[in-house]
């Protein structure tokens, strides 16, 4: 049918304008990777597709395979060496993006240049698979605008354009684009089981840690990426409230706290006076824990409740995961410690002893006042010259001692675990509760934005008749980190680009990353089942979804075959003139009929109207003048016509 | 393989005209509309579908969202740009093909003219085995000139074109059958060698005492002019002298070329020496008139009166 020929396409020299914007996708998709590839890959691989790049420009020419070779054997030993495998997503994709650019060096057709091209489209999409995030995502989706403009400088014979002007196009068709691609994205029915294993996961793990050990968190306090989104049904807690508890650590062996799982343990007793229920949208953390406003009542669904009240989901949380739960604010814990309440306060021998010895001195001071016993440790932080810092002095072997007597500086793991050990030594049954205190509460969303940096350490002691009662010692060296948040108690310690104003459109603008988070990057199975909830249809099955997939996506190519179906009618200029000045003449009751021509309209007109007979006979004159004695009139005479007719009065003028 | 496709294509053009109209000869101008374009994916537009599938699967099954709107993305603006090839063809409109001249087994050069609405951009006219690549205008008329092969003199219909783009990504094919109703002339190729006219005499070649009365224009006058040919009235409005300038009397051989003189040869052969001498009385610049049965063309010179016999020649029967 269609008759193909093979012409020899070896021989079609690639134009350089194709070959210019094929090196710009690739960079472009290098530039998008970067971030999690390693940076030495980053750059041999900058270097080698810019001087190929500069060899084609300069000294046109194959690249000889003395060359190639030993720069794919470098590039897998490299991957190989740095991952310790092919296979799986890091190494895979650095091994992609490699390829990609190796292939730039035999790219001598236009068959090679749509293949590398193919290939950076699919490599742009690895970008994703590290970070959703709308600004990443938008990001990557320009990285289809060089590629799309590549494709289209590969076509012969265009109307000749500058380089920047050919991404327009491109652009455009992106654009035009964009309501189908929606659709299309709303309707694909999502797999509620992957079809193959999950890729496995990098090892570098955010979140919090089951362990904490004073001087753990700095990188967790710098980094401002949310952590999670909470909303409350009905009023927020006040933002000195704000405790988020995700583990509950009562081990400590002189170096660090750790919280030890234990499974099929019940809860601790709860009694709740007063209760809140919210809803948190958590972000992947790759950990299990989910952290909880203050003391949970029960787990969500998919989640266990370990015997502190800790809440353990069943699988690790890898894609961001909602839950709703209620939680008591105030409350009583565990009001009789059980049995085996030793645990809360066993100390490591041979650690901390000027530690243990003031603990033990505020014992015999205060007897069994447990309560004023906590007062007397805040006291010391109070006034006893500590101060508040993200980046304290190393601490040595007996690390509390150091902290309490030396250097006295350090921020919430410092203090939380001071503390604690204080309270045990002090025979008061204690832990240290890590999580996250305070966030922004956005106005606009209603919501409550809490970013890594809002991680946070804290105590709880047990007092008799009041169970486990939270105290943190932070609060007493630094009031703002808890009634503040975070940045304000970091004070002049950050960076310039935290500071304020900038932090605050920070904070604001998160309702539109919580937006993205939430309608796009966790649009799942179960939601997609949900779609038509509003028009009655509970369940929306694949079938359904293929469906209305299959008529949207007709409607779409009806209106695009109706853009590409419509012909403009060429315009006439004469006769909208006429057009004009059949109009003028109606007002005056003068209505050309239908099929009447325009010599006899005008003649009827000059009749109807004496004292504009000389002008109208004129303008009929001029129009059959125009319309009958040759093709193509000239303009100017069509423009005097026009000119005629605006200045054509009905009405009659005041002599 | 390729043959059976080839007799399959001829069979269906055979038993299903009204599938394959498109291939009838038809009267110019013909314009391309939405029932004579087809389209088809392209071999690269294949391979990339099954790119799209493997990255829609990929986002399907990590659940990745932003990478599956990434798809998505590029599905519907590959999807899109099979419309704009659509378009790129749709309202095109061949006004008219022009014949340039031939002599048997040369190609013979057609200058198709297009009217295109808009700017179109890499639209390509397959003729046969060859492929011209051009680009339209917005409103002014496109020429594209393509090569056709000749074998024979005498009137030979146009085959058929193939207008086709796969503006603007390469991933589709659209394109339509162009079959102008037309017949181009070719012309007889002269023989290689063979004796000159019997006509070529003296007396043929007698001098045109071409005076000059006729006045050709006015030049500049120079040293050594006669005084009389000065051109006093137009030189009073000039500030220099001009001079009448007179056609040059020339010596110009008149050769009768005949059919009936070549009453020993075949009837391709007597053509094909007529062609010879016509380029020979054409390459001397002499006048000469042919005689041909049933077309006497008079004595003449020049590229028209060359055309003209050529033509003659060639519509023999």
Redesign the interface.
Known sequence: MIGRKRRSAAQVEVPRRAFDLLCLSTAFVLAVNATHLPWWLTAALAVVLGSRWWQRRHYPGRVPQAIKLPLLTLLTLAIVAYYGNLFGRAPGTALGIGLLVLKLLETDTPRDVRVGMSFACFTLMTALLFDQSMVRTLVVALGLVPALATLRALQPAQAPTGMARGFVPALALLAAALPLALLAFVLVPRLSSPLWGAPGRDQARTGLSDRMSPGAFTELLTDDRPAMRVTFEGEPPPPDQRYFRAFVMGHYDGVSWSYADVANAPAVALEVEQASAYRIHLLPTHRRVLPTLDVPIEAPEGAAMRRDRVVIAARPVDDALSYSLRSATRYRLEPELAARHQRWLRLPAGFNPRTLALGQSWHQQHGGDDAAIARAALALFHDGGFRYTLAPAPLGRDAMDDFLFGTREGYCEHYASAFTVLMRAAGIPARVVTGYQGGYWNKLGNYLLVRNSDAHAWSEVWLAGRGWVRVDPTAAVRPERVSLGATAAAGDQLDWYRRDWLQQFRNRWDIVNRWWDQGVVAFDALRQRGLLTPFGIRDTDTGTLGLLLAIGSSLFVAIGLAWALRRRQPRDPLREALRALEHKLARRRIVRHAGEGPQHYLRRAARAMPTRRRQLTELMQQYLELRYASDEPAPESVHAFRRAVRDFRTTNVVK | MRGLLQRL?RLAEERLPALTRYRRPEPLPITLH?RRIYI?PSG?GL??SL?LL????????????????????????A???M??A??NL??LRLEHVQAGHAVAGEAIELVCTFHS?R?R????LDLG?T?T???L?GTDATRVSVHLPTRRRGWQPLPRL?LWT??????F?A?SWLHPEQSVLVWPRPEASGPPPRAMTEDARHMQLHRGEELAAVRDYRAGDPQRHIAWKPSARHDDLLVKDFEQPRSQPQWRLDWRQLGGLEHEARIARLARWLNEAQAQRCSYSLWLPGNDIGSGTGPRHYARCMDALAGLP
Request: charged share 15%; hydrophobic share 55%; with cysteine.
């Open positions: 294509q939405r088809v690269f391979g990339f790119l493997v990255m829609l699967v990929g986002a399907l099954n990590y659940g990745n969202n932003a990478a599956l709107l990434l798809t998505c993305l590029l599905g519907a603006a999807a899109a740009s419309l704009v659509f378009r749709d309202g609405g700017l951009d890499a639209v390509r085995d492929s690549a051009f680009a205008a193939r796969s503006w603007p990504l390469g991933l094919r394109w």
